[in-house]
């Protein structure tokens, strides 16, 4: 695996890209000279943390034969205050899920992903508190 950045500005505003061309910005915050351009890296943490997961709950809930229709996560986190650096002290994911899925399943996957496969918050967990919660919307009987 490999990852390149360049400088887009005079300032904080890069652009990653990996070994097959796939990119993603950054920026800095305006309290530092960034412009808002793009995520922070801090940010794109908590993203690849929703990422990160997300494929792995579509994955299980697809071996599980789970109808999956759509998946949303809404992530919260607090970092250390006064403090360099300002890791991440609390997260809080929560899985919205939608389809015709068993409320067992469902859990299993979630609980799977963020307990055991997710990499993202395997490594996140050394310095956060993680908890997670789901709901399942299931579709409108017409």
């Not at 887009?8 to 070994?19: G, R």
């Not at 494929?55 to 992530?75: A, M, S, T």
Request: charged share 25%.
């Amino acid at each position: 695996m490999e990852i390149n950045l360049r400088r887009l500005d005079d300032a904080y505003h890069m652009e990653a890209s990996n070994e097959t061309g796939e990119t993603v910005l950054t920026d800095g915050s305006p309290a530092i000279g960034g412009k808002n351009q793009a995520m922070r890296p801090m940010q794109m943490l908590l993203a690849a943390l929703g990422g990160c997961s997300s494929i792995d709950v579509v994955y299980i809930l697809g071996k599980q034969r789970q109808p999956l229709d759509d998946i949303k996560i809404n992530i919260k986190a607090e970092r250390a205050e006064n403090e360099t650096p300002a890791l991440f002290t609390k997260i809080h994911v929560h899985y919205d899920l939608y389809g015709k899925l068993k409320q067992e399943k469902a859990e299993q996957a979630v609980r799977l992903s963020m307990e055991k496969y997710c990499s993202v918050s395997k490594i996140v967990e050394k310095t956060a508190e993680i908890t997670w919660s789901y709901e399942v919307h299931l579709p409108e009987e017409a």
